[in-house]
């Protein structure tokens, strides 16, 4: 199994930057390929990115390209999402999750393990 607690939320100004982190537990951490969601209130959980256990391809929403940039450790077993030019519609609980599966990483089903949150809030 593996655990997974976010943190690096909270709030800024819109145009700003936060560097969202999510460690894991256990030591196949490598194993799993990242990603991050979010779900803003009233709205279905979103997948943000994404990072492939092996070859490391990075993949993003539409959204998140060219402002989000998705980064892992696995020395560290950490995952990191770092987020630039904030708006506020990026207001939202961000999820790190992890998938045995390569593949439909943009699919929040592919993915077995999930964190609880960290809430990130972008003021306009």
């Known amino acids: 199994q593996v655990q997974l607690v976010e943190s690096g939320g909270g709030l800024v100004q819109a145009g700003g930057s936060l560097r969202l982190v999510c460690a894991a537990s256990?030591?196949?951490?490598?194993?799993?390929?990242m990603g991050w969601f979010r779900q803003a209130p009233g709205k279905e959980r979103d997948f943000v990115a994404a990072?492939?256990?092996?070859?490391?391809?990075?993949y993003y929403a539409d959204s998140a390209k060219g402002r989000f940039t998705i980064s892992r450790d696995n020395v560290k077993n950490t995952v990191f999402l770092q987020m630039t030019s904030l708006k506020s519609e990026d207001t939202a609980a961000y999820y790190c999750?992890?998938?045995?599966?390569?593949?439909?990483?943009?699919?929040?089903?592919?993915?077995?393990?999930w964190g609880q949150g960290t809430q990130v809030n972008v003021s306009s």
């Open positions: 256990g030591r196949t951490f490598s194993r799993y390929s």
């Open positions: 999750a992890a998938a045995l599966d390569p593949y439909g990483l943009g699919d929040a089903s592919t993915y077995q393990y």
């Open positions: 990072i492939n256990r092996g070859s490391g391809n990075t």
